[in-house]
């Protein structure tokens, strides 16, 4: 009779672990990002205007109104609505100085080039490396999220590999 008692708190020790194994598996599938892996898609950009595209994606539909910008459909692209004109001849602007979060980093020019931007600390060594390449006329404006950078002064490195554009500068992050 003992031994059948504990036969079955031994089954359902057995069932209550797996419930709980089951359970703890649902709990972290649910931190997964939201990402779609398929296995054909397309880019094409010229100059302003960028397409992409993924097979099966019926449509992408992209509603704006005011200040937000409502998309739907697998691929959200990222979309920059902007009243501003192209700024004329080749630039670069940072700002704001000082900083505290994000770094706007805004690069502007009429012919292909590729840059790399360099985020160097006090003691010259690079904490952030990133390579941009333009195939045409581009006007690249993109906050850089430097809240991990600890606070202090930095040099920010930007270079063309054609050797053109060679800049840096200095920004304070509070």
């Not at 100085?97 to 805004?106: A, G, H, K, L, R």
């Given at each position: 009779m003992a031994t059948l008692t504990g036969f079955r708190m031994m089954k359902e020790f057995k069932i209550l672990g797996l419930f709980f194994l089951v359970s703890w598996t649902n709990v972290f599938t649910q931190q997964l990002s939201h990402q779609v892996l398929v296995p054909l898609a397309g880019l094409s950009s010229d100059g302003n205007i960028s397409y992409s595209q993924t097979v099966g994606e019926t449509a992408v539909e992209i509603i704006s109104c005011s200040d937000y910008i409502f998309t739907q459909g697998f691929q959200q692209p990222l979309v920059k609505v902007s009243s501003e004109t192209h700024p004329e001849g080749n630039g670069i602007k940072i700002y704001p100085?000082?900083?505290?979060?994000?770094?706007?980093?805004?690069l502007y020019g009429e012919s292909a080039r590729t840059f790399r931007i360099d985020f160097i600390n006090l003691a010259g060594r690079v904490v952030r490396s990133s390579r941009i390449e333009f195939s045409d006329n581009f006007w690249f404006k993109e906050p850089q999220n430097i809240k991990d950078l600890i606070s202090g002064f930095y040099l920010i490195r930007i270079k063309s590999e054609d050797g053109m554009?060679?800049?840096?500068f200095k920004i304070e992050k509070i």
């Open positions: 100085n000082p900083v505290s979060d994000y770094v706007t980093i805004e554009i060679d800049r840096a």
